[in-house]
């Protein structure tokens, strides 16, 4: 019985040690360890001994001090904050869970254009060149016109990232729009005009006429999001309130050699 008893023990500890290592610590744990009453040296070690995923925006920052949490508690989160255990380059929703959520590309399926209209006015008109999503829904569902997102970027990261980008026979740069981009400025976010009938969504990617030719996203077409920057590398993105329907952010900053620019980042909200 007593090697019985042991044995149970022993797997409890251990499950319990796995559990612990799993364990991130966020704010909203400071505050909770904070109201339960633990000592800033407890909350402290805690923090220092485990994985941590901290918001230390100034809105965030405020929030803990309301709470009530110690001045030094607050500069050890905004110290760790920098080395978020948890943290890759991407953009991040915020999941009904609280958790965030990775965003993966979506490459384009195809593209068309008016070519053959623009040719019989005789390049009196330009020809649109739309680019294309399979689908008329994203898998990133967002159910809420006020939504939240998180831009990672590293230029200086040489590990594998969250993922691999293959364009031919290239592997190319790991996440590279994280890379080359330092900041959400070099993304713009556009709706995407959804096709029922040929189960897609489109976007205008650009212009041509026998005369001229451009390229990327029309201003007019951008829309507003809000910008705080968390920390060096990381910055909380808010959108103007999003009407219901299909959305994504599209790089247009540099593209680096033997690159192309054929993914989107997309999101429904509803």
């Known amino acids: 019985m007593n090697l019985v008893k042991k044995t149970i023990y022993l797997l409890l500890f251990t499950f319990s040690g796995v559990l612990v290592a799993q364990e991130t610590i966020t704010n ?43 001045s030094e508690v607050i500069s050890l989160i905004m110290d760790k904050s920098k080395q978020n255990t948890k943290s890759k380059t991407g953009i991040y929703y915020l999941a009904e869970n609280g958790e965030d959520k990775l965003i993966h590309p ?85 709706k995407l005009t959804v096709k029922e009938r040929k189960n897609l969504r489109e976007v205008i990617t650009g212009k041509d006429s026998w005369i001229t030719s451009s390229s990327g996203i029309d201003p007019k077409y951008a829309l507003n999001f809000s910008m705080e920057e968390i920390e060096g590398n990381k910055f909380k993105v808010t959108p103007d309130a999003l009407e219901p329907g299909e959305y994504c952010f599209i790089y247009q900053g540099q593209v680096p050699q033997g690159r192309e620019n054929q993914s989107v980042f997309d999101f429904s909200i509803q």
């Open 28 to 70: 909203e744990s400071v505050v909770q360890m904070m109201e339960l009453g633990f000592d800033d040296y407890m909350i402290i070690d805690k923090i220092n001994t485990s994985d941590v995923k901290f918001d230390a925006s100034i809105s965030a920052l405020g929030n803990l001090k309301k709470a009530g949490v110690s």
């Open 106 to 190: 979506s490459v384009f399926s195809g593209s068309n254009s008016n070519a053959v209209a623009q040719k019989l006015v005789s390049g009196l008109i330009n020809s649109k060149k739309k680019a294309q999503l399979p689908g008329v829904h994203s898998n990133n569902v967002l159910k809420t016109n006020s939504p939240e997102f998180t831009f990672i970027f590293d230029p200086s990261v040489t590990e594998v990232d969250n993922m691999q980008n293959n364009q031919g026979g290239d592997t190319g740069i790991f996440n590279w729009w994280f890379r080359m981009a330092s900041n959400p400025n070099e993304f713009v976010l556009v």
